[in-house]
T-cell receptor, first 111, second 116 residues
Framework: QKEVEQNSGPLSVPEGAIASLNCTYS??????FFWYRQYSGKSPELIMF????GDKEDGRFTAQLNKASQYVSLLIRDSQPSDSATYLC???????????FGKGNQVVVIP | EAQVTQNPRYLITVTGKKLTVTCSQN?????MSWYRQDPGLGLRQIYY???????DKGDVPEGYKVSRKEKRNFPLILESPSPNQTSLYFC???????????????FGPGTRLTVL
């Protein structure tokens, strides 16, 4: 079982719609969960982090964490063309600086 | 400006010719790491360093070396590059916050390496 899994394949959403991205992880000792956005050819940039069960909202972004199900998701509300990018889920175990990344989900927002 | 810098940004080389990719951060971070990113494989960690003179292997260390003689610098060395090391490389740094579950990793701009 891969350490961090994200659904493969690009996600196309119309402008103004909600984009939903999912991520599962295998290590129950994982403590912190991150969503990075990466534009083509650029470096990843952190957009959200979460470490408590439940929802965390920041502007148009909402991260959801369910540790019992080992599941973390990212919602992008009112999607904009500038949200078109690859979104990387990353997980960090307790007491460890190492980040394990998923392969990423490409999001395409259609004007 | 707080940043992680990498040089060179682009490099085309030939098999077997030793090369070094430099990485430097100005945020006084203890933790530094190297990743490679390949299509369909995502970001994979090559080596990491918890502090000066402390380095350890990541997920894909074969064919790479690192050193951490100074806190700000963490060069990646390819002693004898091969075509399968053609990839996009990222350096990252962070500062562990004791007792806190969150510490952001800051990424450099990337180095696109092609080995012919």
């Amino acid at each position: 079982q891969k350490e961090v899994e994200q659904n493969s394949g690009p996600l196309s959403v119309p402008e103004g719609a909600i984009a939903s991205l999912n991520c599962t992880y295998s290590d129950r000792g994982s403590q912190s969960f991150f969503w990075y956005r990466q534009y083509s050819g650029k470096s990843p940039e952190l957009i959200m982090f979460i470490y408590s069960n439940g929802d965390k909202e920041d502007g148009r972004f909402t991260a959801q964490l369910n540790k019992a199900s080992q599941y973390v998701s990212l919602l992008i509300r009112d999607s904009q063309p500038s949200d078109s990018a690859t979104y990387l889920c990353a997980v960090r175990a307790y007491g460890n600086n190492r980040l394990a990344f998923g392969k990423g989900n490409q999001v395409v927002v259609i004007p | 400006e707080a940043q992680v810098t990498q040089n060179p940004r682009y490099l085309i080389t030939v098999t077997g010719k030793k090369l070094t990719v430099t990485c430097s951060q100005n945020m006084n971070h203890e933790y530094m790491s190297w990743y490679r990113q390949d299509p369909g494989l995502g970001l994979r960690q090559i080596y990491y360093s918890m502090n000066v003179e402390v380095t350890d292997k990541g997920d894909v260390p074969e064919g790479y070396k690192v050193s951490r003689k100074e806190k700000r610098n963490f060069p990646l060395i390819l002693e004898s590059p091969s075509p399968n090391q053609t990839s996009l490389y990222f350096c990252a740094s962070s500062s562990p916050q004791r007792g806190a579950p969150y510490n952001e990793q800051f990424f450099g701009p990337g180095t696109r390496l092609t080995v012919l």
